[in-house]
């Protein structure tokens, strides 16, 4: 397969996949989501995003630690993802979203059956 070919199909899978999360995220992660902002805005990346980087990184490219998770993405990804926070502030994002996790872990499970 030409690496061309390989690309499209992983946008393809990386554009599924965040649809997936942001229609899980608006039925039910978000209230399993810590958000705070004393303006009430989220910021230049959702959460959602946050959440495609690290599944897509992990069943991608089999990244486990989050500083190789955010590496590859800033990499690979920037395009797709220009406003990706330094590393500091996405393991901070991600360690807030952590009791939406395990429920998306289950609905992606569920999904690749």
């Avoid at 989501?33 to 599944?55: I, V």
């Avoid at 590496?71 to 926070?85: C, G, M, N, R, V």
Wanted: hydrophobic share 40%.
């Amino acid at each position: 397969m030409k690496l061309k070919e390989e690309l499209s199909i992983m946008q393809l899978k990386l554009i599924a996949l965040y649809s997936f999360i942001q229609e899980c995220y608006d039925k039910e992660l978000q209230w399993h989501c810590q958000r705070f902002s004393t303006n009430k805005l989220s910021g230049t990346f959702s959460d959602e995003e946050l959440l495609t980087c690290y599944f897509f990184a992990i069943l991608e490219e089999q990244k486990f630690e989050i500083k190789k998770i955010h590496e590859y993405i800033a990499k690979y990804w920037h395009d797709w993802f220009p406003d990706l926070p330094s590393y500091s502030g996405f393991n901070y994002r991600l360690n807030r979203l952590a009791d939406a996790l395990p429920l998306l872990l289950g609905l992606l499970s569920a999904q690749v059956r």
